[in-house]
């Protein structure tokens, strides 16, 4: 179809399309005029994704992850806020609703929910592209309750917001409280089991007595040491009294000795002159030898006993040994019973330091949770309330018109069309050469051969399309 035929199509059919649009525009009229005035009432809020959470000092992650503001779509028009809305405007106790919700359910089930399903329907709710806004509108047939309820969502949405983040801390600080009861009772058990085992050991302050007993220990070995050096001293000196006992340091140091010796060799000294003089029969020899061999024997006496003391000494560092040994084995061993014992005590004591480490860690979390469950404040701001709205937001008369008439032509059109395609009519030259698939071999003005417009209409009549050719095809039958 090319646009010469469309345009006489239309031209032919504008009756039909006069008519629909007509007939659409003034449905539409009438309709707008008889639907009831809606008044949209119109408030926003901030959703404040960067700054730092107040209890613990940093942004949240979840703030800005992507899904964030659809969450918040999703919860202004979740049930929750309903509800709130519903309870801070007392809908519920309103007879005028009451009687409604008896029509409407004939009392069936709870009025919130039923409530809360009717006043979601009237509400709007649209995120800003390009900033952190969320836009809430309320339409009513009151200005002032579109209003209230612009405003009513509003509150409650950041009131149930901070509600969403208190319960549950709530229910966490409940859990920490318990948990923190059952550490403390840890704790204190584990801090009586390590007092316990410091009384009945007798271990007053960390290891200051091990390393008092340790170095007690090695006094007792550096002691050993000595009188085992002392040992062998003794034992060699013994050696040497019992091979050649004047030869003994004891023995050649002694004074005594050293006296009776000088005493000794001028008494032989004095015998020589007198046997050389007197003889040895003299008298006086006599008594020289008696001295002389008296003095020997003094000597002999005295070396004696310097000897035996060298075995005395000898005998007491072997005694002084043992009981050294015998002394650093019964150290050892209270070293090793002590360091034990301190063993014990650092797994109590680690058994302590867990408890306070655990108990410490619950209570910090208890504290932060309590804090986080008594917070008032919310990351959401009221931009701007609602206002009472002036004009009201639908129907809009002048839209409306405008969409009747696009419409209305588009029926009209397509029912010219339509009309056209059940009865198909001659409009121009090219109709009959498309119809007959012949060449066109020349057109008759029809003004000047107006005498033949009766048998030009009987020619169109019978080609083979339209009506003409079904009454043909009648007249043969």
């Known amino acids: 179809m090319s646009l010469q035929q469309f345009l006489l199509i239309l031209l032919a059919r504008w009756r039909v399309i006069a008519f629909t649009l007509l007939a659409t525009v003034a449905t539409t009229l009438i309709v707008s005029l008889l639907l009831p005035a809606q008044y949209t009432a119109d408030t926003a809020v901030v959703v404040d994704v960067k700054s730092p959470d107040p209890i613990l000092g940093t942004v949240m992650p979840g703030l800005i992850s992507p899904g964030y503001m659809a969450t918040q779509i999703d919860i202004i028009n979740s049930d929750k806020v309903a509800y709130r809305v519903i309870r801070m405007l007392k809908l519920a106790d309103n007879p005028t609703v009451q009687e409604q919700w008896r029509d409407d359910t004939d009392g069936r089930g709870a009025i919130e929910p039923w409530l809360a399903k009717l006043l979601k329907r009237k509400l709007d709710v649209k995120p800003s592209r390009e900033s952190n806004v969320i836009a809430i509108s309320y339409t009513a047939a009151e200005p002032k309750f579109a209003q209230a309820m612009a405003n009513a969502f509003a509150e409650a949405y950041i009131e149930s917001s901070i509600d969403l983040r208190a319960e549950p801390a709530k229910q966490y600080a409940t859990w920490f409280d318990e948990r923190t009861r059952q550490l403390r009772e840890q704790l204190e058990a584990a801090q009586g089991k390590l007092s316990a085992y410091q009384r009945e050991k007798g271990i007053v302050a960390g290891e200051g007595r091990l390393d008092i007993e340790n170095a007690r220990l090695a006094e007792l070995s550096t002691q050993l040491a000595i009188a085992q050096g002392q040992k062998a001293d003794t034992q060699s000196r013994q050696a040497q009294t019992r091979a050649s006992s004047d030869t003994l340091p004891e023995v050649v140091q002694n004074s005594l000795i050293q006296g009776l010796r000088a005493d000794l060799a001028r008494q032989e000294s004095k015998l020589k002159e007198t046997g050389a003089q007197l003889g040895q029969n003299h008298p006086q020899y006599k008594q020289l030898q008696a001295q002389i061999e008296e003095l020997r024997a003094r000597v002999a006496a005295e070396t004696s006993r310097v000897a035996g003391s060298v075995g005395t000494a000898n005998l007491a560092s072997r005694m002084k040994e043992s009981e050294l040994k ?27 330091e867990s408890a306070q480490r655990a108990f410490d860690l619950v209570s910090q979390r208890l504290t932060q949770t309590s804090l986080e469950s008594q917070v008032s404040q919310t990351n959401l701001v009221l931009l701007s309330p609602a206002a009472e709205p002036i004009e009201p937001s639908s129907p809009k008369i002048l839209l409306n018109t405008l969409i009747a008439v696009f419409l209305g032509t588009l029926l009209g059109v397509g029912g010219a069309l339509l009309m056209e395609l059940l009865d198909r009519r001659v409009r121009a030259a090219e109709d009959i050469a498309e119809a007959l698939g012949l060449p066109l071999l020349g057109v008759l003005d029809a003004r000047a051969e107006r005498g033949r417009r009766g048998g030009l209409l009987r020619f169109f009549r019978l080609l083979p399309f339209g009506r003409g050719r079904r009454r043909a095809a009648a007249a043969a039958a």
């Open 326 to 352: 015998a002394a650093i084995e019964a150290q050892k061993a209270r070293v090793l019973e002590l360091k034990q014992q301190y063993d014990e005590l650092a797994v109590l004591q680690r058994e302590v």
